[in-house]
């Protein structure tokens, strides 16, 4: 079944502040990542993670190499925002389920149908190829 995101989840997502972990997110500055990154930040009001494989420090905020790696402190992860290849983002949100995220944010582009039925099956929500801040002005964000 193809997944069809749904207008209100979105919206509560952008409205609800929490704590949003970054997957892909480098000090690259021409990676969509780095701006969308700060907009959800500094525009949103949310709290930031980034996750990259260096577990590099992006924008001020401490790095992790994965989502198990972040500590106990900073969970429960609210959204898992994936700015990775659609053939890579299927473990990003086996991790996001095994780590107790509430929900998985596919950036546009980012496409995985079993990944999303997978996360939908475990409770958590689910956006796919979509952007967060191309999304929030449709709510006024």
Not at 56 to 68: C, D, I, K, Q
Not at 129 to 140: G, S, T
Request: aromatic share 6%; proline share 6%; net charge negative.
């Amino acid at each position: 079944m193809t997944h069809v995101n749904d207008p209100a989840v979105i919206e509560r997502l952008l409205r609800t502040k929490g704590r949003w972990a970054i997957v892909g997110l480098t000090t690259n500055e021409w990676r969509a990542a780095y701006d969308t990154s700060l907009y959800i930040r500094d525009r949103l009001g949310m709290e930031i993670i980034p996750v990259n494989l260096p577990a590099a420090p992006v924008h001020g905020e401490t790095g992790y190499a994965r989502l198990s790696d972040i500590p106990d402190a900073k969970q429960p992860l609210d959204v898992v925002d994936c700015f990775v290849n659609s053939r890579k983002v299927g473990d990003v949100v086996d991790q996001a389920i095994a780590v107790g995220a509430k929900a998985v944010w596919l950036q546009l582009g980012v496409i995985d149908e079993a990944a999303a039925a997978r996360a939908k099956a475990a409770g958590l929500d689910v956006v796919m190829n979509a952007c967060p801040a191309q999304e929030a002005p449709r709510f006024d964000l």
